[in-house]
């Protein structure tokens, strides 16, 4: 998945490769909307101190917004939440025997003071995370805004066009 | 608890005046960090055509984020982020028997492409939700990124003289 | 499956067409029992005017009960609740890594005033939506109330013709 | 609650009187909607022949619609259910120290072919059963349709009044 | 599966035919241990009649134990406890989305007044309740005490076996 | 609560004082039955020797039931089980943060071949096991057996009793 | 509670004072054991670099073993592992609305390759994990060995006491 | 798998055979960090007496720690812990339908006095289980804790690598 190399708005982390067939839905959705990033590996627990290094750094290097993805007690995203001010958001993903709720519960009960803005557990996270992303720029950025109004009316003009065919083939 | 009056930038909205006592921690801390807001009881299910008014209407009245508490099949974020690409943020609400974890599943779960920003359950998850909407603006305001830069010195200090008067107590 | 061009008295409405497996089991029964009914995909989310027409008209257009499939954070049986005073059945679709309790959370806790008739997680509960609208309607239809009575006392037999079948095999 | 001596179009049944602080919320519901009611007490457990006979006489005895609500393995509204085919929407009480998840599932997760009507745990679902069952009613009673269209207006109206209210409070 | 044609004194009933993967290590276990059962398939919601007659004649035909699974709302054990002062013996099983704990709860959750001894969900319940309906009979029949006695040895010899052979494969 | 010094036929025993308020329903409901029983506190972690000893001692000591309540990581009835082959019925007791789930899952998920007869979470459960561990006995004991069918009567008419009462109340 | 001056081999952390009538209990069992210690309140979240720092210096300041204490996403006693190979001692505190079982399901699904030995929900969890930080001392300390085994046979005949004084208030 | 004949430090025990490919990952690691162990199936419920023995005799067999793997109502690691005064870690296995979240509380929710330290459910709780019992032992043996700070940095270096890897394919 070849990318501009535009200087990186958001950056996409996961806590391991393994976390990659969710997380490429997020890199995926951001080229869609023309959002840069970079993406990067690291762990809360087998590389703290990469991790605080990306996290401290992530601001000073251009980063507006980090997605974080990581599964079990997904500890990734509240950590980095706590070295930057930085918005961070979360996606839970279900990679443990209990199933996903170990990673949404990890990822989402943040204590006061230090937020992690959770997606949904899995792919339909991994896609809002880049929407959210692109909404957080977007604040900034008519024409961004405006692509992401674009892609709401796609949205609703797909959910249209999927009913049609369906009522055809039930003969309605 | 009053307000100066500039425009709002963050929209808190709460789907009944019972969810009150959690959402005032919201605006309490968008005062703290000097953040303009205004507030609004509405609710997808008994006023959905008031949600939709307000939701479709937040970005030209200047609204920049939208904070939205609900419990038990808590739709109201989903339904708000349905119809605005401005970022909204979710707060569970823990106010049926079943305790929070039906209004958290609500919130979070949202399908790909509309996504919501959820946040802890409860007074957490409401005091969260505003540093997240400065965390958003701040990507655009420079002099609310340093005071969140700030407001983090300030938490880590806290924990510090928390643990020296503790230390006094245990003699150590 | 060809449907005669009765006017529809129960609508279908599901969430996306990753939905229809289950849903098909609702129009299936309904054809069974002698009950119209038309189908569309609307999403709560991704196209929420679409659906809030759907679910203003529905009454005018002679409907007399619609049923709702939907997954994750299932809030489209709520949505249409909210616009119509017609009984809305829910039926939560496990589509999610939470396997089901999200949509079901979502659907049946619906706040005092607004209320969805949740039936059971999949497909028993898109067979039960059918029976329960032709339930409905045959409070004022002496014809259908004979037909559902019927199929009840055939569902004893069948049960009956089972267990006679097991005896014999364990040769009882 | 003295109760005009219309003949009864709802049967209210729960399956012991602790749950009447609950069920007593479909009473008042139906009564403001007019809509004439009676009330049981028994128990799928303890007094199987009197829920048998119960079932099996009510359409009979002019009902048209059965509200149940149990606690614990709630299974008063299935067995109903098993027995006629009247539309029956069960209301799960939390009376376990399992807090609610127990009743819900036992009322819900019916088998395909005996369709629950299953409403939220606890108060709100007791009203929500007597606004459903109006529902069904009004599907052959325009005027009961038009109480209900002006309960909605209602509801709606009131939400507005509470968010007046609290602007009010932060001077907004 | 043949079986002699002794009088049986367990009962194995199940609420649906799909059941049988699962209630017959029930027979299977009650054969091995020498125990005459007879089988029956019955479903609390679909043929409620047939139900309520096995309960009522079941000590009457002789049934000393009666072993019942399903799964869903699992109902059918409580159901049959009610009308038979015989002990009665749950088997949750794991037949819809929710896996296993919606049978759990609808089985174990029972009113004080009637008892229904659940085992765990699935196979090693199924077991379980033959065992368990062994036990039950040989409170009163020593010959067959002895052969759980026996049965007890045996478990506790294939343990060590098994504990021997792992230890040569790692060769300690 | 004195108890006549006939032989005891059920042993009750609990992990802790903390679950008497919950065991003392058992022993009442035994003294209401009239069946004779003795009670023990043992716990299967800090007093492992003596909870063996009893278990295996208590077929020779004349018990034919044993009751066992215990919480959180509720492991005494299965411990007792394992050393017996009289029928053992477990009572999960909620006395941890966990809320009972955790008693519950403890004691009914036994493996192949170790049965536990498990009972609701409480007092409902605690009531339960008594009648459970009389219904065991009445297999071989007519007369026990004709106080539990009279007892079902009871009940049945106390049903109907409170639900004459409520209908006065409400003047149906 | 004052301690004798002794160089500390165990730590107690904590992530809030809101935290301490919870772990005051590892306190007060790790000086009834005479093992020494020192306490201290840190937060992953809101003082990551102190936390670090704690964690890195452990080992180089003579701490053997950290028990850690922290509720709802309790990310501490991971962030603690992930910088140091001491034994790390989790105990999940019910401080949400969720009830404990965030914080068990955060503490205790670390990835591979950082264990966190985790403890009960609450103050059981905070008892044992004094009581395991000895169980690791005493691995290379006979006295403390010693003194464990005499506190195991104390917990034996305290259960041995109560079960007596219990036979007693039932005149058995 | 073969295994010098070193002295074992670290028992490791199974309930079932069927638990060996989740416990061989404790071997592996324990192999890999060069500390030796043996390795035994006993059950809890199936061989009472043999995992009394074992337990007992663990350290007088000059076992430092004891490391076990069950599923279901995973009882094994407490009843053993009850025994011995080694630290004793236990590693919940997903083998029945409910999925986990049944060892894991059955595993881990210990009375005060009795602590189970307990890892993840499956894979990563069995090797995180063979890094704590070398943890333990290394608080008396340095050399072991150099070889934990090596492979502690090797996991880092991975994480990194893997990253480089990962940015490669994204051509960053």
């Excluded at 490769?17 to 997020?26: F, R």
């Excluded at 290094?53 to 507006?64: E, H, I, M, V």
């Excluded at 880049?130 to 796609?154: P, V």
Aim: positive net charge; aromatic residues 2%.
């Amino acid at each position: 998945m070849p990318k501009l190399k535009k200087k990186a708005l958001v950056g996409i982390v996961m806590g391991s490769d393994s976390d990659l067939p969710i997380m490429t839905e997020t890199a995926r959705m951001l080229q869609q909307l023309g959002v840069s990033f970079d993406i990067e590996i690291t762990s809360a627990h087998r590389s703290p101190e990469r991790t605080a290094d990306y996290a401290r750094s992530a601001a000073g290097r251009g980063l507006k917004v980090i997605v974080v993805g990581a599964g079990g007690a997904a500890h990734l995203a509240g950590v980095i939440a706590a070295e930057t001010t930085l918005p961070v958001i979360g996606v839970p993903i279900a990679s443990s025997p209990l199933g996903g709720t170990d990673s949404l519960f990890s990822t989402v009960q943040m204590p006061g003071g230090v937020p992690v803005a959770t997606m949904a557990v899995g792919k339909a996270g991994a896609v809002n995370a880049a929407i959210f992303a692109a909404q957080i720029l977007a604040t900034s950025n008519g024409s961004l805004s405006r692509r992401l109004a674009q892609h709401k009316r796609e949205m609703a003009r797909a959910v249209a066009e999927k009913s049609k065919r369906l009522k055809r083939e039930f003969r309605l």
